[in-house]
């Protein structure tokens, strides 16, 4: 047995003094040396690129902080727009409402011209007495006379353009 391992002990003096370490490692020295060398660039670049960052963040903020009037009557802007959306949606409801109406009174079922020109005549030549109606249809009238629906003044939302301010004087 002694000797068996006297036998392993000098096979592996053999290939520790065969092997060329010089050649072994010093490749891995190589790479470890780039790697490190990049490793050193790049926490260079990521320096560069923080002290960039916190300096547009100082200037940008200073910047934004400065326009807080100009925001705040951009905001206000956007809310009067907003609640003039708003009246003059519920005024086109109104206006479809009206012209719904009026092509009930008028009998209006056929939107071509000639249908638009011909059959409220038609209607109005073949009608019979009006009090012999049953029910009466929804009207625009009031008083025999028609009633437009009140529509938003933009003046209201806008002021006057100085056109109009011009025009006026």
């Known amino acids: 047995m002694q000797s068996n391992i006297e036998n392993v002990s000098r096979d592996y003096a053999k290939i520790l003094q065969s092997a ?14 780039d790697m490190l060398a990049r490793l050193d660039e790049f926490e260079t670049l990521l320096a560069s690129v923080r002290a960039e960052s916190n300096g547009m963040m100082a200037n940008n903020v200073c910047s934004i902080l400065g326009f807080t009037d100009s925001f705040e009557q951009l905001k206000a802007r956007i809310d009067g727009l907003e609640q003039c959306v708003g009246v003059v949606s519920a005024n086109l409801s109104e206006v479809e409402r009206s012209v719904d109406i009026a092509e009930e009174e008028l009998h209006v079922t056929d939107y071509s011209l000639k249908g638009l020109l011909l059959k409220p005549l038609k209607a109005k ?20 006379e028609y009633q437009p629906v009140e529509i938003y003044k933009s003046d209201d939302y806008f002021g006057k353009s100085e056109e109009e301010n011009y025009v006026a004087k």
Not at 20 to 33: A, G, M, Q, S
Not at 125 to 144: Q, Y
């Open 20 to 33: 060329d370490l010089e050649k072994e490692i010093n490749p891995l020295c190589t790479n470890i040396e």
């Open 125 to 144: 030549l073949s009608a019979s007495d009006t009090s012999t109606l049953s029910s009466l249809p929804r009207s625009n009238l009031v008083e025999e």
